[in-house]
């Protein structure tokens, strides 16, 4: 290494960079699914799902249910239900000003079963997860910090949540931000989840929301759980039978997410695009081993001929590749620790403000150590062991004899040198194939037509409920709110809706349509009369509704255009025409609606699906148990109008904190996996394409080295220094032809599976495809037009003079 700095320099680079890719990758994986939760003896932590009949999955369970599965089991040592809620955190007397934070509703065993010592104060007890008699909480570390600058008198002071105060009565240790991968700024007794989103739902056993986990005895796999609580399972479902009650338990390991078969195999995508980056790498690695044994041949026949066993000979060249590789393998580790701490605040800030209490612990650990050790001994492996083969073949005299072979083999025109660049150039198209692909599905999706305009307008979110309000209550708010807002300098449109589109959370309810045999399932929702001309949705035909008809709660409704289409369509006439009029039964209606209007049709969730056969109803003062939604357009400054509804609504209640959200931040969201995919395509195909370049460009000057000599006769002979060059370049266009058209093959493959889970991506997109084929073969072009070049340029006499 010593004797060739500049092979080790290139060498270790080379192969941490693609290390490192896959290493990035692998530490995401790692802090998601794999890392036990930061509690003590985490690996014996288990996540504990409830099955129905029908083999499906169900994340939470009843807190009557879960009382019935915490009952001493031979199998585990405890149990835990909780679950996390937004919450508002008051003023308080600190100067730490009301804001919107995480909650977390526990049950009393949450800490002992954790392992979980407070770094102050007491946990909750039995009476208290029972019962409201007194309002407690245990406040985070972090916030024991900024609110009370850690000290020891903050027990016994209260904490304002969601308008009512709690009296602290602990606070969490340090390092401990909560079993959800987002962090907490207070945890309070399951007894007071009605005061965090306004619901009693501690005696209803249909009413799951609950999550549990449970900690495994010593010596006890999880199988033992699963079957101990799916005897449980059992007896409550004869006990208390429902279509979905659940009839056994599942159990998975207590890791932040458990993943489905889906997610896997997107996991396994990515974990094979970036494995590509690194094959690359050690293909390019080979190829220098193999150039670098055309140097050595003499120094391995010397020691063949000295008696030298060749599985010596093989030991020494591949303990020279692990050393590499090693040193690859620290650089690598190093680089993507580095990569990630870099980019880690600069994606946070990023991501949209509801994801701003996710965090991720992005420090390697010993799986990360371990599978960036097996990534490095398995690429020195890869790249050493047939050169190592090749170069310890005992054909001596030749070797001896310097004749420009590799111990009897060509290196210049080594099939095996050739094969490497056709694996390096179709992975290379594979991976910019890819890039496109997903560039081009953004291009789609951003191109969407929606139905209607998010840009330029704001909705607020905020519960009342959990704020006291009664329905009527709540409606009063939101009328008085509206208008304040109406008011405010630049706002052209405000609205009321029970669902604001992109945001989830759809309402599906069937509807019975006059004169159908069966009802169909329709998004619904309640809106203003202003709805439609705020998002600017046309009424295509008929017309929105009056503030007489929401004020005298008119059984009218409007419906989709594809809702219209589906029952009303006639052979000449509008489907719209024909709805008007016609008679619908709604779950939330006691009579008839009769159709007054027909909207275009427009997105509510996901924005790649078809857009939902919806129905559209006046809003009432029982709307969704009074959970509204205030939408504003303006044509002024969105942050400022924003700031000023903020104000409007503290003006009206101090203690209830508005926030305020551009309707197009949640197209944002729904347009991130795209552009994530796009980018993360991009970079890797762009690595591969430089290591590629680099391969390309390292065989054919290593070619054109071997055939100096005969390109010297050829010139001397009378080639021109085009025919030379043309020499060259026609074995270089040889290995990209053969390297694009496996490429291609696996470039369709790889649109096929993208096509399944990237929306507006085609799983057969010509232009894309052709994109990729065209950049690659011209990159490549010049990758082999370079040593080309050097070949006309070939002196013949200096040429035979110095063989």
């Not at 008696?307 to 040193?327: D, M, N, P, T, Y």
Request: contains cysteine; charged residues 20%.
């Amino acid at each position: 290494m010593r004797a060739a700095p500049a092979f080790t320099v290139v060498a270790v680079s080379t192969l941490a960079i693609g290390i490192a890719v896959n290493t990035i990758a692998f530490t995401l994986l790692n802090s998601i699914a794999l890392r036990p939760m930061p509690v003590r003896d985490g690996s014996r932590l288990v996540r504990i799902y409830p099955v129905d009949a029908n083999g499906r999955r169900q994340n939470l369970f009843s807190y009557p249910d879960y009382l019935s599965y915490r009952e001493p089991s031979e199998a585990l040592d405890g149990t835990v239900a909780y679950i996390p809620a937004t919450v508002t955190l008051g003023r308080d007397a600190t100067r730490e000003p009301m804001r919107e934070g995480l909650a977390y509703a526990v049950s009393a065993s949450y800490f002992p079963v954790l392992g979980i010592e407070l770094a102050l104060g007491r946990t909750f007890n039995q009476a208290e997860e029972a019962r409201l008699d007194e309002r407690v909480a245990i406040i985070s570390y972090s916030m024991w910090q900024r609110r009370h600058d850690g000290a020891a008198d903050a027990l016994g002071q209260t904490v304002t949540i969601n308008g009512r105060a709690f009296s602290i009565v602990g606070v969490g240790p340090q390092r401990f931000m909560g079993t959800e991968p987002l962090a907490a700024d207070v945890w309070v007794p399951l007894a007071a989840q009605p005061i965090l989103d306004g619901t009693n739902r501690l005696t209803d056993r249909t009413d799951s929301w609950l999550l549990v986990i449970g900690r495994l005895r010593p010596g006890v796999e999880p199988a033992a759980v699963e079957r101990d609580l799916s005897l449980v399972a059992s007896r409550l479902s004869a006990a208390y039978p429902a279509p979905d009650r659940p009839v056994r338990v599942a159990v998975a390991p207590g890791t932040f997410f458990t993943l489905d078969s889906a997610a896997w195999s997107v996991i396994a995508l990515v974990l094979g695009a970036v494995g590509m980056v690194l094959v690359i790498a050690c293909a390019n690695l080979a190829n220098l081993a193999l150039a670098r044994a055309l140097s050595r041949r003499r120094d391995v026949a010397t020691r063949l001929a000295l008696g030298a066993s060749r599985w010596r000979v093989i030991r020494h060249l591949l303990g020279e590749s692990l050393l590499v590789a090693a040193l690859g393998g620290v650089g690598g580790l190093l680089f993507s620790a580095w990569t990630l701490r870099l980019l880690a605040p600069i994606g946070l800030a990023l991501i949209p403000e509801v994801w701003a209490s996710v965090v991720l612990d992005l420090t390697p650990d010993i799986r990360v150590f371990t599978y960036t050790a097996a990534l490095a001994m398995g690429a020195g492996l890869a790249f050493g062991l047939v050169p190592a083969l090749q170069s310890s073949t005992p054909a001596i005299a030749s070797a001896l004899r310097d004749d420009a072979t590799a111990l009897g083999v060509r290196v210049g025109r080594s099939g095996l040198r050739s094969a490497m660049v056709v694996v390096q150039i179709s992975i290379c198209l594979m991976l910019l194939a890819a890039a496109a692909l997903a560039a081009r599905g953004l291009q789609r999706t951003e191109a969407l037509d929606l139905g209607f305009h998010a840009a330029d307008v704001v909705y607020t979110r905020a519960d009342l409920r959990r704020h006291g309000y009664s329905r009527p209550a709540a409606a009063d708010f939101y009328a008085r709110l509206s208008r304040r807002a109406a008011a405010l300098p630049g706002v052209t449109a405000v609205a009321l809706t029970t669902h604001v589109p992109l945001t989830g959370g759809v309402t599906r309810a069937p509807v019975q349509v006059d004169g159908q045999p069966a009802p169909i399932v329709t998004m619904w929702r309640e809106i203003s009369p202003d709805y439609f001309r705020t998002l600017e949705i046309p009424i295509a035909v008929g017309r929105p509704f009056t503030e007489e008809e929401v004020r005298a709660k008119a059984p009218v409704a409007i419906v989709s255009e594809g809702l219209a289409r589906r029952f009303w369509r006639e052979s000449q006439g509008d489907a719209g025409f024909s709805a008007i009029g016609k008679r619908l039964t709604h779950p939330q209606s006691r009579v008839p609606l009769t159709v007054v209007g027909v909207a275009r049709d427009a997105s509510d969730g996901a924005i790649w699906r078809e857009k939902e056969l919806s129905v559209y109803l006046p809003i009432s003062t029982t709307a969704a148990d009074g959970n509204l939604h205030l939408l504003v357009k303006t044509a002024g400054s969105l942050p400022l109008v924003a700031d000023e509804i903020g104000a409007a609504a503290a003006g009206l209640d101090p203690e209830v904190r508005f926030t305020v959200t551009r309707l197009d931040d949640m197209l944002r969201i729904w347009l991130l996996p795209s552009r994530i995919a796009a980018a993360v395509a991009l970079v890797l195909g762009l690595l591969a394409l430089m290591m590629a370049s680099i391969g390309i460009y390292g065989v054919m000057s290593c070619a054109v080295a071997e055939r100096r000599r005969e390109i010297g006769i050829r010139i001397a002979l009378g080639a021109t220094a085009g025919a030379a060059a043309g020499l060259v370049m026609r074995d270089g266009v040889r290995l990209i032809a053969l390297g694009v058209a496996a490429g291609a093959l696996g470039a369709l493959a790889t649109a096929r599976i993208l096509s399944s889970w990237l929306p507006g991506v085609s799983p057969a997109d010509p232009v894309a495809l052709g994109a990729a084929t065209a950049f690659l073969g011209m990159i490549a072009s010049i990758a082999c037009y370079l040593p080309a070049r050097r070949a006309a340029t070939v002196d013949p006499m200096e040429a035979l003079r110095s063989q």
